[in-house]
Structures are given as C-alpha cells and as structure tokens.
C-alpha cells in the first residue's frame, strides 16, 4: 500500500494537463486502497496536493480530488458489501467514545517511534484501557495531538514551509 500511495503521489505531482499522470494516480490509489485499507484517507492527500503543492484554487483543486473521493466509496461501499459490515470489529474498549481516549495514550509511543528511539515496536497488549477523559495520559496524548496539528497549520499558512506541512499530513 506504501508503494502505491507513493507512486499515486508521484504522479500527481508530476501531473500536468498534457499527460495521463492523473489516471495513473487513480490507478495506484485504487491498487493501495485494495491492498491496504488504511491507504484510503489518501484521497484527502490528493487535495492538499493540489491546493497547496500545486497551486490549484480550492475550487480547482477539491475538483481534482472528487475523483479520489469516488474511488475511496467504491472502495468503502464494496469493502461493506463483502464484510457485511462497515467497521472492521466491535469498538475496542465497548464503545467508540472509551475507544478514542484509550488511544490518546499511544500518541507519544508514536511520537517517539517517529523521532527514531528504540524500543521499535508498538505492541498494544500492555494498555489498561478505560482511561478517564482527564487522566493524565490522555491528556499528555492529546495536547501532543494538538500540538502537532497546530504545527501542521502553521507550517501550512506559510508557504515556504508548505512542503513541511505536506509531510506532517503524510505522516498523519
């Protein structure tokens, strides 16, 4: 899924009105998705490729992404028809809610995997779960969260750092 996410990147960075550049891209999104669920918010990538790698008014730019939207609901639709149901399992901790906040205590594992200390491995067995919502590890996992996203906004509003803006919706 990796290698087709980059290749539909690729491509649509390369893209211009005069080659099949957009087809390709669709090609590999349809190809990542398929191959990996989790390449499916690609399709939210392609905007910002637009938008702000590209230059496209946003009108412009969400015009170019409907394609990829329509191929991530074919995909959800399909994926649905043949599991019979939409989410992969039962929410983890009971609920969707409890869910949420029990994974605010792996944002800074994340971090720290991503700043490239060991130990390198996420193992989630370790977890209690039925973290209150002011425990002090959800609340360190979600000031983190929000100080990322905040870094990814400011670096967006200015366009010399827009391309790092870019890699932290990458990473997201």
């Not at 991530?72 to 906040?101: D, E, K, N, W």
Request: one cysteine or more; a positive charge; charged letters at 10%.
């Amino acid at each position: 899924a990796t290698v087709f996410t980059l290749a539909a990147t690729r491509s649509l960075v390369k893209w211009d009105s005069r080659n099949n550049q957009y087809r390709w891209a669709l090609l590999y999104f349809l190809l990542a998705i398929y191959t990996k669920e989790s390449a499916v918010p690609f399709a939210l990538v392609a905007f910002f490729v637009f938008f702000g790698l590209k230059n496209f008014s946003f009108q412009d730019a969400f015009k170019r992404t409907v394609g990829f939207l329509a191929v991530a609901l074919i995909f959800v639709v399909h994926r649905h028809f043949v599991i019979g149901r939409t989410s992969q399992t039962a929410p983890i901790s009971g609920t969707y809610t409890q869910t949420l906040l029990d994974m605010f205590p792996v944002v800074p594992k994340y971090l720290r995997l991503f700043c490239g200390a060991p130990p390198f491995s996420i193992d989630y067995t370790y977890l209690s779960g039925h973290n209150p919502a002011f425990s002090a590890p959800v609340i360190v996992g979600a000031f983190l969260l929000l100080a990322f996203t905040g870094l990814a906004v400011w670096t967006w509003r200015r366009t010399d750092l827009r391309l790092i803006s870019f890699g932290i919706l990458w990473i997201a």
